[in-house]
């Protein structure tokens, strides 16, 4: 964590001067464009998140012959002007439009105050943008640019993920193979490969984002990351939601469980995390970094489900086992106790963790939404947080040796063995709610029984509303005895109201 200020703080006094466009297009890549920022709109607030673009590139041209309703409507687009005498056409369009124009066309707007004008510098292939507005299969980023500076950040960030990551795989190598074989959980052997894959991650997408960011082959390693991200998140997703289960603690031997629920939430992940970045090329009201906002948030929020359900039938229901344990003086205390607090421990981090990535997005929108590059930054962000919970995963699950009793499965003897108390009296001490009938029709009740004083009369009227039975048996009978049967007495009592 401490290593995660530092970063916030490193970004908290960073400001970017330049910025840049990007041009994705579907299967082909990216282009990259520096650009200035040559005034900004009345309606643009002095935050430099209000900046940021993303959207389709429409030539001025295309908006000449349409009314003014029609030009409001079609003019959410980002505006190039190429030729220099449609600068002029500025004016017909309302002051929070924003217009891309060549550096060359620089001093022709110098009049145009009050709208957001973007300069392009790059002067090579600008003619390959006036051609974007038929193509189909593309949009448009303009953000704050990546410079040597934020690389550098970006580069530790990437670096520190991936030590932390091996020191974490190399301690839980050595503790799995420090136990004996029986005594290991399945779960540490399935976290131990989740950090291989965050490994495995953190290395893909930082070479991603060194050698191939801004490239014509960036989306084969796009899509590498994501797949193995999805491998990843799926594992892990899987894991968690079977310790919500009490899987380690109430629960052992699922590993078939597992293996159906990790192929049904990879599936569902690959699908989505592949469809996203696709989506965006034919819908350009959101973009791919919101619809992975929207995915995990989804996400956790099934997850927090999970969580309140193993709070009520898990966490819960071993609290009352434990007590259970307690009156009949079990040996079963201590390991009861044990898996109580672990459970406990585990559903602090998760929770956290879960809570943590709700709310992620809205640091991103402080520190990485106003990039060019978000989605790439977004990434790496999300790699180091994951980094570090693998950190607390790790104490959660490879702390202590656990006893041999811990792996046996929790029977909930409360459920279906009810635990009566009674207080018996000597045969000539009077007993109201036994003796007394109209007592018993009034409503009151005791755990004061006389065994002496029992009749079937007296049981059947009582037990027409009182449903829990008791067998009392004469303790001193032996059961060689050919009139032990007949000192058997079937009954029914109250269940004390204190309980």
Known sequence: ?????????????????????????????????????????????????????YGNLKDIKNFLNLDTANKEEQSNSLIYIHDR???????????????????????????????????????????????????????????????KKMEKYLHFIIVLCIIICSFIAFKMVKVIKSIDGPYILALQYLI??????????????????????????????????????????????????????????????????????NKIIFLIDLILCFAIPVSTYFIHFINKLHLFYIKNCLEYLIILCFIIYSITKRLIPLIKEIDYEIRI????????KLKYNKLFIILIVIITYTLFFMVSPV????????????????????????????????????????PENYFDNVVFKYKTQLFLYANIYEKEQYNPSINDINEINDGYSSNKLNISKLNINKLKKYSKSKKYPIILINPFMSSKSSSLFKELHYGVVAKNKST
């Open 192 to 261: 131990c490969i989740c950090c291989f894959l965050l490994i495995v991650s953190n290395a893909i997408n930082g070479f991603f984002f060194i050698f191939f960011r801004n490239n014509e082959f960036c989306f084969i390693m796009e899509y590498t990351t994501l797949l193995i991200t999805s491998f990843y998140k799926s594992n892990l997703n899987s894991i968690l939601i079977l310790i919500l289960f009490g899987w380690g603690t109430v629960y052992f031997g699922w590993r078939k469980k597992f293996n159906k629920i």
């Open 85 to 147: 005498n449609d600068i002029k056409y500025i004016n017909h369009f309302s002051k929070n439009k924003k217009f891309l124009i060549p550096y060359d066309l620089k001093e022709d707007i110098l009049n145009y105050y009050g709208y957001t004008i973007f300069i392009i510098f790059n002067d090579d292939n600008l003619y390959y943008l006036e051609e974007l507005d038929y193509e189909q299969y593309y949009y448009i980023q303009i953000g704050k640019k990546i410079d």
């Open 363 to 402: 640091l991103d929108y402080y520190f990485i939404y106003s990039f060019a590059n978000n989605y790439n930054i977004y990434f790496i962000f999300q790699l180091l947080y994951e980094s570090i919970f693998m950190l607390f995963f790790y104490m959660v699950l490879f702390c202590d040796k656990l």
């Open 329 to 336: 003086n079990s040996n079963l205390v201590e390991c009861l």
């Open 1 to 53: 964590m401490k290593y995660l200020i530092i970063i916030l703080s490193l970004f908290l006094s960073y400001k970017a001067e330049q910025y840049q466009l990007l041009i994705h297009q579907l299967f082909l890549g990216e282009t990259i464009y520096d650009i200035e920022i040559f005034n900004k709109g009345v309606n643009e607030e002095p935050d430099l998140n209000e900046l940021y673009y």
